[in-house]
């Protein structure tokens, strides 16, 4: 399965510094070793990460055709500007884990193990040590 998070985040806010420790883990080719069924083939998540004067809303998409599901995680930017780098990265997996496990867990798609992919993907969050 194709796993991605990526970011639209405010420089202040440190989110892309945060993203690079993700990256630095693996998470792209542990996933991309797991199938869970056709139903789905894809997930990317973008952490967001604005002025809240923009007003911007969570989407949540599933394409059918392409057969991926595109998440945003909404972070304060307030928040994660006075916090530290630990507190950032707490910040980001709890609430990385917390909407993919709401998201993931609501939609029904066909030919797709959700309950497999979340029991990963809070396996590798503890492995890693991000959670």
């Given amino acids: ?5 990526l970011c639209d985040a405010d420089w202040e806010s440190r ?4 993203l690079n420790g993700l990256s630095d883990f693996g998470y792209r080719q542990y996933f991309e070793e797991r199938d869970y069924g056709s139903g789905m083939i894809g997930i990317t998540v973008v952490l967001m990460c ?6 911007l809303k969570q989407r949540i ?3 059918k055709k392409e057969k991926k599901l595109y998440i945003d995680v909404m ?6 500007k006075a916090s530290n780098t630990e507190q950032r990265r707490n910040i ?4 990385l ?3 993919v496990h709401e998201v993931v867990a609501k939609r029904k798609i066909e030919e797709f193990n959700s309950i497999a992919f979340i ?3 809070d396996n590798w969050m503890q492995t890693t040590g991000w959670l």
């Fill in 15 to 18: 989110v892309d510094q945060v």
């Fill in 92 to 95: 980001v997996a709890t609430h």
């Fill in 119 to 121: 029991s990963d993907f």
């Fill in 75 to 80: 972070l304060n930017l307030t928040e994660m």
């Fill in 61 to 63: 998409r599933f394409s």
């Fill in 97 to 99: 884990v917390s909407s």
């Fill in 50 to 55: 604005q002025d809240p004067g923009l007003n």
């Fill in 1 to 5: 399965m194709r796993f991605n998070i």
